[in-house]
Nanobody
């Protein structure tokens, strides 16, 4: 059974940084595309960043230049380095994965993702 476990969320002031991690078990990590998706209560989910199993990354315009997605296939871990955080980045952040070898569509198609973590809260104060 595939499990995704996020960590690294917290509360920071605007301009600060956080690094989220997502530990993945139960599948062939290196053959899976992965994504970070965020959601504010009452609003639609937003695809923040994705990385293919080939390592190609893509970002939402709202985070481009501030966030960096990366993966460590030896550790089965996905990361999201978030710099220059803004209050509008406040959300629950989820890592998610589609089936192996499937790519991730932009904009978000939530039904493509078979596996989701439980989420980690990021709060940015002004």
């Amino acid at each position: 059974q595939v499990q995704l476990v996020e960590s690294g969320g917290g509360s920071v002031q605007a301009g600060g940084s956080l690094r989220l991690s997502c530990s993945v078990s139960g599948n062939t990590f290196s053959r899976s595309a992965l994504a970070w998706i965020r959601q504010v209560l009452g609003k639609e989910r937003e695809l923040v960043a994705s990385i293919g199993y080939t390592g190609i990354a893509r970002y939402a315009e709202s985070v481009k230049g501030r966030f960096t997605i990366s993966r460590d296939n030896a550790k089965n871990t996905l990361y999201l380095q978030m710099n220059s955080l803004k209050p509008e980045d406040t959300a629950m952040y989820y890592c998610a994965a589609p089936p192996q070898f499937k790519s991730i569509s932009w904009p978000l198609r939530a039904y493509e993702f078979d596996y989701w973590g439980q989420g980690t809260q990021v709060t940015v104060s002004s």
